[in-house]
Each structure stands twice: as structure tokens, then as C-alpha cells.
DNA sequence: CATGAATGAGCCTTCATTCAT
DNA sequence: AATGAATGAAGGCTCATTCAT
């Protein structure tokens, strides 16, 4: 139509995206209008995030994305402006809708520590879900002077504030301290949660990643100390 | 001739640079080789770190860590081997040195908590200290598919058996609870640390990163749970 | 199908567009041809023209000639065989149309020096009613090596053939010496009328460039010398 | 020494050309330095200038530049910026070398038809030394949109400028007519020179472009008409 | 030991051209 | 006839590494 390509491209990485998770009705339209063409825009952005998983980003070439997706070197340039922004499309989209997801597993759960488990629980399944993204994620999420920083900046920023929303509602019904320092405690958690997602993946990905949630929460909550030692 | 170097190089990707911290009465003859040629050494390790912290370690070239270090080119490579050994050596000497520094600190203090604490602080401290250091640490830890892997997990692995033998003194004492997943634990406890020097990066550094040590230990400990039974 | 448009595009770049001004008669017939499908020939053929102008040949693409005329860019090979050969058709049609018009002009005067008056006037005024011609004719008169090329020398010797019958004429019947370089002559007015051109058009097209026919003409006919001989 | 070939690169796109000219004393100093090095800058530029003269400046590749020169594609960059510098290195050191020649040339003689017939001849004599200057001064001159047109444009107007002086010197000594519009007889002289070689290369450089030097003086100081006859 | 000019492999990106629709 | 997505060859440029001085 009259919809060209190129069009679409800037429709995805704009406002396109946002209306995919704020619309749920037209989700499946705009997907439909992505999966034409083969679905050319998701099978690079995969093989890229692949690519990316396997190599690191400056050390992958277009040549093998382009290999990788089965597609010429120069459609990639049809999909993306760039190698950057390549990347940057991984957060706008596929990293963004997975957080999305994790704010709808938190709706689910009724108290704090609930919500908190089913965050952790979905985060981790997701992540051992897509392998290639868990370990992108990491890597890139890590660096300073990337041109996608403000994006990654912003996607930090979203899992940090649902946090911190479970933590007040948690102090709220009385599951939680209230002299807890609340900026420090919401990367406490992430911070704890990346760090074993991290070691899974030097592991090598060999055990079931979601078996960590019940530990994971139980330090969180009681933490390593024998309190109850205080008054035997 | 070459040789010469080249023995020197190998000497302190090896064992050289553990024998420079235990044996400290050859420190200083040790110290007096590398401070030949006026450190050429170490001039190029440090600007090499600057030049790796403002722009990543793929973005930086070996002009602008010459030009930083104030030699040739070539020069560079009388002390390294290529590009990727200035970055294994960052973590073979660099980071190495102050994370046997820790170990020292942790010797200082009798009980776990307070060897847990004396730790965080001091790795905080260091990590204040040399910004760049942090910088660099903290991208290169989270990547994967890096030549100087090994060096680099080797690395963590031995911060995390600091933090073990920490918490299984604790366990022994009785100030640490002993239904702890302990490998868990360490990566727990790594991983906050991390993060909370993360942010404090990507903040700018502004505030005293020290001051989060308190905060931090307290978490570990006691959990951010309302742990009622402490009063019941 | 493809046969059609192929057959029209040969016969366009070949005797197509001398018979087109040689044989009115017909004119009309062909650029009704030309004038079916929105005119697409001529619109692909001005935008070319205005996109060369603005960046030359070679930093010119077929996408920007394409958004320029308003047709997709596969349409644009539909009516020219290549990048090249719009060039091409620029000279054989579009310069050439112009070109003809000289002749025309020519034939209105008597004598010799208001024949080379009302051609010069022609020329400067044409140039300057389609600024874009001016500049892609200038530049591209002024290469070696263009796959045009041909045409091109065919297109100046066109011009000269002029120059030379008005001087041969002038000579006749007394109004200009005998003892001429003929074949230096042509290009000493050619050469005058292009710097003069070139000027105009570096100098942003700020003034009107048939100011200059009289001024011209003069320096051709009186030279700068104060010849005395005029006065004795 | 410390004068690398970067500092020589900017050294001669800056005032280093100037002095070259300014100071005879040091030029040959200079030139030592250049020719430093296998005199690879002189060797590039000379490659450079060959190859576009041949292909055009566009469809000129480094490679084939760092072929001709005898050295490596990179070594291009070490002694200019990029490909659009070759060409401003060009304008910039090797014709502004020859105007100022001319200007010379010019000094020799006493009388203002002689300063001009020098100048022509001069002109003549060096583009016909240096063909594929010639060639590419040309082409260049009539281009517009090019990074290097301001530099191209201030080349043009030294050479302009020496017309006029002598022109003016014509018409205060009284060999030369008063009512002359300057501006344009500058560049009709230009013109007309620039159109002679213009031939003179297109037909293969077959005949002696400096015989041309009278009959071109004596079209400019007589013009074509037949103006003695009338009254002899 | 030190230098830094030289190298050339390799990569990102552009764009003329094709062809299925 | 018209489209424009897809192609992939080609080229400018970078930069790690070498080596003659």
C-alpha cells in the first residue's frame, strides 16, 4: 500500500510501539502489518539480538545479521538506520514489551510481597525464556557512553519505580519496614536479581533459573541475619 | 632486546604481580624495574583505563591511550601484547590488587557483620576512589564473550569466596542464618553491592558512596520484611 | 508491456527528437505520446534536471529524481535506461530543443553582427529562464570521461557550426576581418559567453544576464585595444 | 623529528603553501621535509590528480589513488583528511602554484598588452605542461556544490584579479579602450582562454596550444569586426 | 628501548538496478 | 504501466599491528 517501509520503520520507532502495548486492539493489526514482508523487521531485530548475544555488539557485523536473518546487508538499512539503532530498537521494543509484562504479573498479585515474587518469578522467566536478550540486557545495561543510553536509562528506570511501588504499598500494609532507604532498596533487589541472572548465564544456563525466585524473595524479606537470635 | 620486556610483561600477568602483595619485601625491586623508563607501565595502564571508561572499551584506540599515556604507538606494544592484554592486564594487576586489598580488610575486623561491613566499605571506598577503575569493572564484568574472560571470572570468583568465608563464619557464630542458599547469597550480596555503585556512576558520582555502606549492611541482615517476630 | 515503453524510450534518445523539430507536422503526435501517463517522461526528466543542478551528477540519486517527479523509483527505468542516460536525453532533447531555438533566432536578423547579437541574446536569456539547464549544460560541458560525452561534443559543435556560418557571413559581405583563426574565433565567443554564464550563476543569479548582451557584442566586434584607426 | 607528517598535512593546507611562495628562502627547506618519505605526499597528489583527470573526481576510487602513488589505501589518510581534501590540496597548494606564476610572468613584461600576452602564454605553457591539471582544473572550476568551491572560487578570482590590474594599467597608459564594463572583460578574456584549452583537451591535446597566444591577443585587443579596414 | 609512518584487512553504509506484485 | 522492497557490489575510511630507523 500506501504504507511503505519505510514508514513503518519510523511508525516502529516511534509513538508505533507504544500504541502496540497502550492499544491491545490494533496490537494485532500493526503485528500483521510487521509479519508482512516475510516479518523482516522481527527476524533482524532476533537474529541481531542473536548476533549481539553471541559476539557483542561492536564486535558483530551487519554481514552477519544480515546473514543470520537471511537477508541482504542492505535490507537491513530498509528496517534500521543504523547499527545503533538496530540496538536501540531492541529496547524500545522487545526489551519494553517484556516489561510491560512484568507490570501486568504484579496487577495480579493482592499484597506486596506477592507482587514481588511475581515480578522476580516473571522476570526470570523471561529471561530464561530468551536467552539472547537476558544476556544483551546485561551487557548493555552495563555500559556507559552508548548511544542508546537514554533509552536503556529509561528502561532501567520503568523496573526500578514498579519496585518501588511494591515496596511502599508493601510499607503501606505494614509487610514492610518503614525506615528503609527506598532508592537504595529498589537496586538492592535489582541489583541481586541481575546478579543471578548474570551467573546463570556464565553458568552457561544449566539450571532451571526460576527455581532462585523462593530463595531470592526469602532474602529480601528476612535478609541473612539470624534475627530471631536477637531474643531466644 | 625484546625479550626482556616481553619476560617482564609475562612476569606480571603471572604470578608476579601476587608475589608484589605477599611478599612486600621484594615489592619495592619489583616496583623499581616497572618504574624504569618512567613507568612507561603503568602510564599506559592508567590512561588506557581513563581512555576505556569515557568510551567503552571497543571505541577506544591505541593512538588515544598512546596519546594519553604520552608515548608512541608502538611503544604500547613493548608493554602489552595487543589491544585485549591491556585490558587483561587491568584485571590481573589493576583490579586484582585492590580486591587483595579487601582481604586485608576483612582480616581487620573479629565478627562476620563487621568483616561484611569493613568489605563493602572499603570496596566502595576503592571504587570512589578510581572512578575509572569502577567504569571499567563494571562494563567488563557484565559482558560476555570477551577474551579476557577467564581473568575476569576468576576475578569475581574471588570476591565471591571473600563473601562466602564471611557468611559461613556467620553461620558458625550464629549471627547468620544457616538455611541460606549460600551461593545464592554471594551473588546476592555482589549483586547489590554492584548495583548501588552502578547508579552511583551513572548518576556522575555526585554523592558519597560511602554513606550507603550502613544502609546496604542493614538490608543484608535484617531484610526489608516487617519481620514481627523479632518483637512478638 | 516492457516492448512499448522500450521502443519509445530508443526512439526518443535516437532520431526521435530531431524529427520532433525538424517535422512540426508530427510534433504534435509524438509529444501527445509523450504527454500520456501524466507526462511522466518530461516530469522525471525536470526533476532530474533541477536534482543535478542542486548536487550534481554523481551526488545525485535516483530516489531523490524519483520523489522529485512523483513516480516510484522502478518508474523512472521504465522511460531511461540508467542513470546515464537521463543525462543523456538532457542533451539529446532537452538542450537540444533549446539549441534549435539559436538557429531560429539566427535566421531573423540580416546581417552578420545582429545574427551573433540575437543568438547571444537568445542564449543568455534562455540560460536564464531555466537556471537549472544553465547549470547542469555548464557543468557538464566542462567534463572529460562522462559516458555522455559524445553527445555532448556534438552539442557545442552544434553551437559552434553557428558561430562559424555568422562569422563566415560577417566576413563576406565585409563586416568582420578575413584574416580570423575561424576555428579559434568560435571558441573565443563560446568561451566568452560561458564565463559569462558561469558568472551569473555563481553569483546566485542576481542580476539580469542580458544586461550583457551589448556589452558582449561590443568587446567582440572592438576588442579592448583603443584602435585609434576607428577616430582617424 | 617532531615535525610528524600530521603537523606537515595541516602545515601545508594552512599558511605553509603561503610561505612557500612568500619566502623562496625556505621553500626549499620545505620541500625537503615533503620529499621526506619518498616525497609520498607530492606522490599522492600528483597520483590523485592523474586519476581524475582520467575518471572524474566521483568516479575516482582511493584505491585506485593509493595504487597509482605506489602506497597503501590508508596511507592516503595520513597526508590528507579524506577524498574531498585531495581535491582542496589540490586547488590549494599545486594550481595556486602555478597562478602565482602567472603573476610573475606578468612582472616581466612592461607595457599592459605584453603583461597580457605573457600572462596567456604562461597559462597556456603550464596547462599544456600539466595536462591532467589542466584536465581537472577544469572540470572543477565549472562544478558547483563541492565541498572545495570556496577555495575553487578564490583560485579563480586571483587569476581575475591580475586581468584587471593589467587592464586597468591598459586603459590608464591609453593602449586600451576606457568605456569597458571590467567585470565583464575579465571574464570574457578568461572565458575565452579557459574555452581554448577546454578544446585543446577534448581534441586530444594533438596541436601546440601556445601558438594559440597571438591570435587570442590579437581577437581580444582588436575584436573580430573589420573596424581598420573601414577607414584604410 | 622508543618511535610513528606505513600497512591493509575489514566494516558500515549507499545506491543503481531488478522484479514480483 | 507502476510500484517500491530487495539486492549486493562497491567504496570511503578506521585502526590494530608491524618494523625500519
Redesign the interface.
Known amino acids: 500500500m500506501i504504507c511503505g517501509l519505510r514508514t513503518m520503520q519510523r511508525f516502529a520507532a516511534g509513538q508505533g510501539v507504544d500504541i502496540l502495548f497502550r492499544m491491545p486492539a490494533l496490537q494485532e493489526a500493526i503485528i500483521s502489518i510487521k509479519d508482512k514482508n516475510n516479518g523482516k523487521y522481527h527476524r533482524i531485530l532476533e537474529a541481531a539480538v542473536m548476533v549481539f548475544?553471541?559476539?557483542?555488539f561492536?564486535?558483530s557485523t551487519i554481514s552477519q545479521i544480515a546473514r543470520e536473518a537471511g537477508v541482504a546487508d542492505g535490507t537491513i538499512y530498509l528496517y534500521f538506520k543504523n547499527k545503533d539503532d538496530i540496538l536501540l530498537q531492541f529496547f524500545t521494543y522487545k526489551t519494553k514489551q517484556v516489561f510491560d509484562l512484568f507490570r501486568e504479573e504484579v496487577a495480579k498479585a493482592d499484597n506486596a510481597?506477592e507482587k514481588l515474587r511475581n515480578l522476580i518469578r516473571r522476570h526470570l522467566e523471561e529471561f530464561q525464556r530468551d536467552k539472547n536478550m537476558a544476556?544483551v540486557y546485561?551487557?548493555e545495561?552495563?555500559?556507559?557512553?552508548?548511544s542508546a543510553e537514554p533509552q536503556i536509562?529509561e528502561m532501567s528506570k520503568m523496573y526500578l519505580d514498579i519496585v518501588s511501588e511494591i515496596?511502599e504499598q508493601?510499607q503501606a500494609d505494614?509487610?514492610?519496614?518503614?525506615d528503609?532507604?527506598l532508592s537504595?532498596?529498589k537496586?538492592?533487589?535489582?541489583?541481586?536479581?541481575?546478579?543471578?541472572i548474570?551467573?546463570w548465564?556464565?553458568s552457561g544456563g544449566k539450571y532451571d533459573l526460576t527455581s532462585?525466585v523462593d530463595?531470592?524473595i526469602d532474602?529480601?524479606?528476612?535478609?541473612?541475619?539470624?534475627?530471631?537470635?536477637?531474643?531466644s
Open positions: 548475544a553471541q559476539q557483542g561492536y564486535q510481597v544476556i546485561q551487557a545495561t552495563h555500559q556507559n557512553s552508548r536509562r515496596v508493601g505494614g509487610s514492610m519496614r518503614k528503609l532507604y537504595l532498596v537496586r538492592f533487589i535489582l541489583g541481586a536479581v541481575d546478579e543471578t548474570n551467573n548465564l556464565h532462585m530463595p531470592l532474602l529480601f524479606i528476612r535478609g541473612i541475619g539470624n534475627n530471631r537470635a536477637d531474643h
